[in-house]
Structures are given as C-alpha cells and as structure tokens.
C-alpha cells in the first residue's frame, strides 16, 4: 500500500498478492477538504470471496503504516459495525479437531471474522459456516454439496402434540430465510426502543410469543414461465400449526424498523417508466405478495397461551 499526499489531491495505491506483479489494485483519490489538516482519517476495505467449498477458508492480511490504535471495525452485513479490539490469545489450536472418522469445525455464523495483530497489521478469516461430517475424510469431497445445501436450508419445527393437523408448505419459488423466536423485548418503534435502553429501561421478561419471519422468492422476473410470477400467502395459514397469529408487522431487512416508517426508492427503467413493484398488503391484513427476487421481514406475535 502506498500513500501519496499531495496538496490537492491524495492518492492511495493497494496492490494484491504482490508489490510488482500484483493480481490487482485499487487506487483511491482523496481531494483536500477545506482546511483539512489529516490527510487520510480511516482507511476502508471491501473484500469479496466466494463462493468458498466447505472445509476450505481463506486468511487474508493488510499492512499499511497507518497507525489504527490495535483497533479494527468489521461490516459483514452492510448494515453493522462490529469493533474488535487487540486481544491475545493464549491457546487457539482447538478451533479445528479433527481425527480419521469426524471433521468438525467450529466457525461464527455471519460467515467473517477479523482482529487485529500489531499497531499497522490486521487479518481477516473468511470462510463458510458450522459444519461436521461423519465419515472418513477421504469422502468428505464427495458430500460436501448435499451438508451444505441442508445448512443453508435450516428445518422448521412444528408442534409435536398437533399430529392431526395438515402439513402447511410453501409454494416452490418461496423460500424461509429466516424463522426464529428473538426472545427479546422489543419495541416495534425503533427511536423509543433506543430511548429506552439510554435510561437503562429493559424489560424484565422475554418475549416468547413473537417470530421473526423472512421470506424469500427464488427466481427473477422472466427465468420460469410459472416460477417467477409474484406469490401470495397468508401467513396466519402458515403460521397455524404453532399456534393463533393475532397481528402481523412487516419490518425492514434487518427488521429493526417499521416498514411504514421508511420510504421506497423508485425509478425509471428502459422498459417501464417506474418500478411496478408494490409492497402494500391486500385488504386481508395477513395476505402478503412476495414478487420475484424479493425478500420480506415480519414480525409475528403469537395468542398467548
């Protein structure tokens, strides 16, 4: 990495894999601001890998002479910011075990990590999710495609003590990314639930009766005759083999605001003069379209029991 100052102008050069022959390289300019007096205040990278095989992860590691403080801030969902501070590590040879009959390894399941090491280095671990085979490891290449496809489509768990009631499925250009029980007690105003938690106010209890749903289509518009058309469901159908869904909120993708409270951006295509995606429910408040290449957050709150 090189940084050029200049009084107009400050370059900032990173080559990959190599200083001479190098893969590639970014080169960023940076103006000078109005009486600026720090050439370069953060330094921010984006890496893309993938997609990774399982039992594969790939390290990688930046140099600069940028003083970071042993401070390094990390986004894996471009949405939060995680701090990681320098931290020693006395032991750390028991993150992989593995022997002749098993392969587990023990990985965080937002897919990256990262820490700093010295005061101008840091390292960044990208790799694939929880996993564990059993079997010789010579066979693992063999499987690999079916354990990973069955980690990325988590079950659903249905009540035990309602056998008789039908089996609710999803039509097949659905998918449930997400179906979880957060527990917390949240406030479904964002700014009030913040306010709350300035005071020090937390709810004495967890909340078991609400789910976080979200919802995904398949396919894009025009790849399926019949497979990318728009879906409508109700999720109170869905839903009614866990219990009797009393009210239903829509959420933002990562379901920390309303969906009413936010606005949607729209604008003119070469074939359209806007966008014809619609995101309002029907007049039946648990009827929801899922149009092709969509994906929808819900909160679910459950009759008390």
């Known amino acids: 990495m090189e940084i050029i100052p200049g009084k107009i102008v400050t370059e900032i050069r990173q080559y990959f894999y190599n200083d001479n022959n190098y893969a590639f390289s970014i080169i960023t300019r940076v103006p000078e601001c109005y009486k600026s007096k720090v050439q370069c205040h953060r330094l921010e990278q984006t890496y893309s ?3 990774l095989q399982m039992n594969t992860e790939v390290v990688l590691r930046t140099t600069s002479s940028l003083g970071n403080n042993k401070t390094l801030y990390t986004d894996d969902n471009g949405y939060q910011m995680l701090k990681r501070t320098y931290r020693e590590f006395v032991n750390n040879t028991l993150a992989r ?3 002749d009959t098993f392969n ?8 990256s990590s990262g820490k700093t090491k010295f005061n101008n280095k840091c390292s960044s671990v990208v790799h694939p999710t929880l996993w564990m085979i059993v079997g010789s490891l010579n066979v693992t ?64 209890a967890p909340d078991y009766d609400r789910i976080l749903l979200r919802i995904m289509h398949l396919f894009e518009e025009g790849e399926d005759s019949e497979l990318s058309k728009a879906v409508t469901i109700n999720i109170k159908e869905v839903l009614q083999g866990l219990g009797e869904v009393r009210a ?10 309303d969906i009413s409270t936010l606005q949607r951006w729209k604008w003119k295509t070469v074939d359209h003069l806007q966008t ?14 899922i149009s092709p290449k969509e ?6 709150l459950f009759q008390q029991q």
Do not use: C
């Open 49 to 51: 890998v993938g997609p």
């Open 97 to 99: 075990v593995s022997s």
């Open 104 to 111: 587990i390894v023990e990985l965080l399941p937002n897919g």
């Open 141 to 204: 290449t063999k499987v690999y495609h079916r354990e990973a496809i069955e980690m990325q489509h988590r079950p659903v768990v249905m009540a035990i003590d309602q056998p008789s009631k039908p089996t609710v499925v999803l039509p097949p250009n659905l998918h449930l990314l997400s179906f979880s029980i957060p527990g917390w007690n949240y406030s479904s105003n964002h700014e009030a639930h913040i306010k709350q938690l300035d005071k020090g106010l937390y709810a004495p």
């Open 248 to 257: 239903l909120e829509e959420r933002s993708l990562t379901g920390t605001w």
């Open 276 to 289: 014809q995606n619609d995101r309002s429910n029907t007049n039946e408040i648990f009827t929801v379209t």
């Open 295 to 300: 994906i929808r957050t819900f909160f679910g």
